[in-house]
C-alpha cells in the first residue's frame, strides 16, 4: 500500500523448521566455546578456523544451497536464525562469514559448474575462507573507479594492482577481485570483472594495517603481475560491476548489521540488575524495541531472498538504520552504565573503540542513504 | 495481509471525501457527518467486529488509512468499541477521562470498562485539533472488556501514526520534486536526499512495527510487542515529522499547507495511550526481570 517499491517489506514470520534450529545452535555454541571465552557479537572480531569447520560439520554454512556442491538446500530463513544466534551469543564467526554470506552465493550464481564443485563443498565444510577484494587505496566508494587491472595473456589475466581493507586476507584463502579488464570508457560500470585469486600465491603480497583499536584485521592485498587462469574469472568479463551489485543484498541486510554491539546491551542488563531505575529501564526499552524491529526487517528481506528477489534498496535501509542504531546502543550506555562493571566496561570499550567502522564497512552510511534515495526515485 | 477490497473502499472513500475543507470544518468543532455517513453506509465502521467476516489485520489496516488521510472521525475507538459490544449509535472509548468527539457520541466506554449513554461532557482538542473531550460518565454499566484493551487503543494510534508517516513520506518527496532552487528541484541536493532517505527508515521502520504488533494480536506476547511498536514508532513521528518539516522549507511552516494535518497529528498521537517512555518502561523492566543472559531470548521469543 506505500508507494514506493523500496520499502514494501512484507510482514514475515520465521517458519517453525528454523525456529527449531535456534535450540541446537544454542546448544552447540554452548558446549563449543571455552569458559573463558569472552563473547564479541560483532562479526569481523574472532576468526577461528576450528569453530568454522564445527559449523560446517554441523551443516551450517552454505545452508541456502544444493547439496551437490555441499550445501543444506535450507531456507534463507534457516539461515538467518542460524547466523542471528551465532552473532548473539558473540561467537567467533569472522574466518568463514564472507564465504559463506557473498563469495559462495557469487559462484552459485555467476561461477562456472567447475568453479561451484571446486569451492562451494570446501567452503560449507568451514575449510576455505573468502575475502572481498573490493576497495583500492584510491577506491573507496566510487568503487566503478578501480584501477587494479587485468591484461589478456594466452590462457589467463596477469593482475596488478592494490586492493585495502580486505579483512582477514592475512588468514584467508582466496579473495574475489573486482578488476578492470578493459580500459576506462565513457560507461563507468563497463569493462570490470571479478577474479578469483588464491591468497598465497605468486605476485600476491598481503600486509596487515593495524587498526585503531589495536587489532590487525584489515590488510592491503598488493598484486604484481599475477597470473589468473581463465578458470577463476567469475561470471563473464565485463559483468563484474553487475556481479557486485548483486552481491549487496546479501552483504547488507543480515543480523551483523544491526547486532555489532549486542554484548555491550547484555553487559548493561547485568549491572543494572533485575530490577533497574525508571531511566535504565527506559533505555533497556529503547533499546529492545529497536532491536525488534530491525529483527522484523531483516527476516522479511531474508523472505525477499528466499522468493529469489534482489532486496538493494531494502537491504540499505536495513543496513543503515541498523549501523544507526549499534552506534547509538553504546553511546547511550555509556552515559548510563553504572560504575563499577568491569564486562560492560569492557565490552563499552571494545564498542566504542570498532564503531567508526560501524558505519563504513560494506557500504558507508553516505553510499547506503543515496542507494535509498534512487529508491526513492531522487537520483 | 489486509483485504483488497476493503483497502481500495476505504482509499477511494477518504480521498473522496476527506479534503482541507473538511479537516479545518473538523479542527473548528464540527463533526464531519457527510463522511461519517458514507462510512456507516459502506460498512467500514464494522471491519473487526464479530460476525462481519474480517480480521484483525483488516481493521489496522483500515486504521492505517485512515492515518494517512488525517480522517477527522474517531474511527479507532469505534472500530474498538464494536469489536465486543453490539452496535448501537456511535460508542466512542474514553483513555484516561478523554473521549475523541464524546460530543456527539451516542455512548462512552472506558478502558476501564464502563459504558454508558449518560454522560458530561467538556470540549477539548488535543495538538492536532482533534476533538478530545473530557467525559465524566454518569449511571454507567460494567462490561467485560476483551483481553488488552488499552493495549489495542494503543496499537490504533500506532496504525494511525504508520499512515500519516507514509503520507508525509510522500508529501515530502513531491514537494522535494516540485521545488526549484538554484536551478533545479532541491530533490537533486544529496543534502535533502539524505534526510529523505532517514525519513524513509523510520517510515519503513514504523511500517514494520506496527505489522508486528498486528500479526501479534492473538498471541500471548501482544502485549510486549505492541508496546515496543508504540515506543519505537513514537520516536520514528519525531523525527520524520522533524524532516518533514525541514524539507517543505516554510511552506510547511504556513496553515495554508496540509503537512501540518499530519504532523500535528504524529505529534498528538504518539502521546495518546502511552508515550515512548511510558512503554520503554515497562518493557525494560520486563526485559531486566528476566536477568541479562535472556535478553536474547526475551527478543526472539516476542517474534
Redesign the interface.
Known sequence: ????A??L?E?T??PGEAEVL?AEVRDFVVRELPPDYWPNSDFNEGHSPDFSRKLGERGWIGMTWPKRFGGGERTFFERYVVT?ELL??GAPVSAHWIADRQSGPLLLNYGTEDQCQRYLPRIARGECFFSIGMSEPNSGSDLASVRTRAERVSDGWVVNGTKIWTTDAHRNHYIITLVRTEPPSENRHAGLSQLLIDLRGKGVTVRPIRNLAGGEDFNEVVFEDCFVDDDDVVGEPGNGWTQVTSELGYERSGPERFLSA?RV???F??A?????A?A???????L??????????SI?VAGMLQKGGSPVV?SA?VK??GNDFEKLLGELVRLQAPPGHAGLEKCLRQTLLHSPSFTLRGGTR?I???V??R????? | ??NGLI?DTA?RMFSDHVDRGVLDAAEGGEFPVALWDVIRAAGLHLVGSPGSGTADADLY?LL??AGRHALPVPLAEVLAANSFLEENGMTTVAVDGVAPWGRVADRVLTVDGDVSADFDVSEGANLAGESRDRITLRNACRVDLPAQFYERMALSRVALMAGAL?RI??MA?DY??EREQFGRPI??F?A???N???L??E???A???C??A??SARSPNFAV?V???K??VG?AAGIAAEIAHQVHGAMGFTHEHSLHHFTRRLWAWRDECGR??D???????Q???R???S??E???G??
Open positions: 500500500m506505500t508507494m514506493f523500496g520499502l517489506f510482514p514470520r520465521l535456534r542471528e548473539a551469543a549486542f546491551f547484555v553487559e542488563v547485568r543494572v540488575g533485575n530490577e533497574p525508571p535504565e529501564a527506559a533505555l533497556i526499552g529503547r529492545a524495541s529497536h532491536l525488534m524491529t530491525l529483527r522484523r526487517m522479511s531494502e535501509l543503515s538504520l553516505e547506503l542513504r543515496g535509498i534515495a529508491g526513492l526515485g531522487l537520483r | 495481509m489486509m483497502a482509499e489496516g492505517t488509512i507514509d513520506l510522500a518527496i522535494a520534486t530533490a537533486k544529496q535533502v536526499q539524505h529523505l532517505a532517514i524513509a527508515g517510515v519503513a521502520a511500517r514494520c512495527a505489522d508486528g498486528v500479526m510487542v508496546g515496543a511498536a515506543a519505537r520516536e515512548e517512555t512503554w520503554q518502561e515497562r518493557l525494560g523492566r526485559v531486566a526481570s536477568g541479562a543472559d535478553v536474547w526475551f527478543v526472539v516476542v517474534g
